[in-house]
């Protein structure tokens, strides 16, 4: 079992920017692929970013330039600089971790990003 935990949600301006950290309860990054989903209210949950164990990074065409995906594994925690936000960013935004051996998928609890002036 994997549990994780979000934070760093909150109420932004246009144009601001917002982290998101997403502590998980022990070491997986070698065996897992992290990702961060969104969804938006009466809409379907989307991927916003992955990142692979080797590093490699892949992003929604809507947040491409905007959003930065990363890692500390010292510290058990992926992140997601959000730049530039704009309203149709707001959502409540999910980690997911998913074993590439077994496809075990393991999510967070959500944290909401709220943008509005």
């Known amino acids: 079992q994997v549990q994780l935990v979000e934070s760093g949600g909150g109420l932004v301006q246009p144009g601001g920017s917002l982290r998101l950290s997403c502590a998980a309860s022990?070491?997986?990054?070698?065996?897992?692929?992290m990702a961060w989903y969104r969804q938006a209210p009466g809409k379907q949950r989307e991927l916003v970013a992955t990142?692979?164990?080797?590093?490699?990074?892949n992003y929604a065409d809507s947040v491409k330039g905007r959003f930065t995906i990363s890692r500390d594994n010292a510290k058990n925690t992926v992140y997601l600089q959000m730049n530039s936000l704009k309203p149709e960013d707001t959502a409540v935004y999910y980690c997911?971790?998913?074993?590439?051996?077994?496809?075990?998928?393991?999510w967070g609890q959500g944290t909401q990003v709220t943008v509005s002036s």
């Open positions: 997911n971790a998913r074993r590439v051996a077994t496809n075990n998928r393991y």
């Open positions: 022990r070491s997986i990054f070698s065996m897992y692929v």
């Open positions: 990142m692979t164990s080797g590093g490699s990074t």
